[in-house]
């Protein structure tokens, strides 16, 4: 799981998962721009990972802002060889039938579409570095039916099977596609949610807990690196087992 000579674009990384993923690439050897709205905080986070880290202003639902984030990766670091696809917005909290059109529209435009934008601008940059790893983060929302997900849980399905149609299609370029589906992890996105990091604090996994976001680290790094060189078209659950099955219940308790 080593990174050196990497250099990874991560969306939505001035803070939560984002900048976990940031901080893990630059700690296994690699170098990273943070791609966000959020510029103070993006450029925050860049100061603080040092001089392999970069941040760019990014709207992931526009081209023009997308190629110049690969244009800064590449002017900072002379190469561009992966792709943290993880900038998105939450689910609307709703049934699906009382959820608003124009809800419905910018949740799939953010969370699907702009997966979409990221891996046309990457492409080029990543055939000419020989190579290269795009990481779609879906979620367990995109693995099963959750209720009061609609567009989200909509979205994240998109992200799983565009990760796949992806992978098929770039393989022969030596450019891997695999997706990553975090379960409920506390972040400044689900805090308003009132999940906790306490210890039972979210049964419905059988690890009983929420996950935090250096947990899902590891697995983005596994999938940047050349540890997974054969692993493409994969999808990875980082969710306390959420997704494989409800907890056992204790018939003596």
Do not use: C
């Not at 700690?27 to 990972?49: K, R």
């Not at 596609?177 to 604090?201: D, Q, R, Y």
């Amino acid at each position: 799981m080593e990174l050196s000579g990497k250099v990874v674009l991560v969306t939505g990384g001035a803070r939560g998962l984002g900048a976990a993923f940031a901080q893990g690439i630059v700690a296994a050897g690699g170098s990273v721009v943070i791609g966000d709205l959020l510029d103070e905080d993006g450029a925050a986070v860049a100061g603080e990972l040092g001089e392999r880290a970069r941040f760019v202003h990014l709207d992931v639902t526009d081209p023009a802002s997308w190629q110049q984030a690969v244009d800064t990766a590449v002017g900072a670091f002379g190469t561009l060889t992966g792709l943290v696809n993880n900038a998105g917005v939450t689910a609307s909290g709703v049934p699906l039938v009382e959820e608003p059109l124009e809800t419905f529209q910018r949740v799939i435009q953010v969370n699907l579409v702009s997966v979409n934008i990221g891996i046309h601008a990457v492409v080029p940059a990543l055939r000419a570095a020989g190579g290269g790893s795009i990481v779609n983060i879906s979620s367990a929302a995109g693995l099963v039916g959750l209720a009061h997900t609609g567009a989200y849980g909509a979205a994240k399905w998109g992200v799983r099977g565009l990760t796949k149609v992806a992978a098929v299609e770039l393989a022969r370029d030596r450019i891997r596609v695999n997706s990553v589906h975090p379960g409920m992890v506390l972040t400044p996105m689900t805090a308003p949610t009132g999940i906790s990091l306490a210890e039972g604090g979210f049964p419905n996994a059988p690890l009983g807990r929420v996950g935090r976001p250096e947990e899902l680290a590891g697995a983005v790094t596994y999938l940047l690196s050349d540890a997974a060189s054969y692993t493409t078209g994969a999808e990875l659950a980082v969710d306390g087992g959420w997704t494989a099955g409800p907890p056992v219940v204790d018939m003596n308790g």
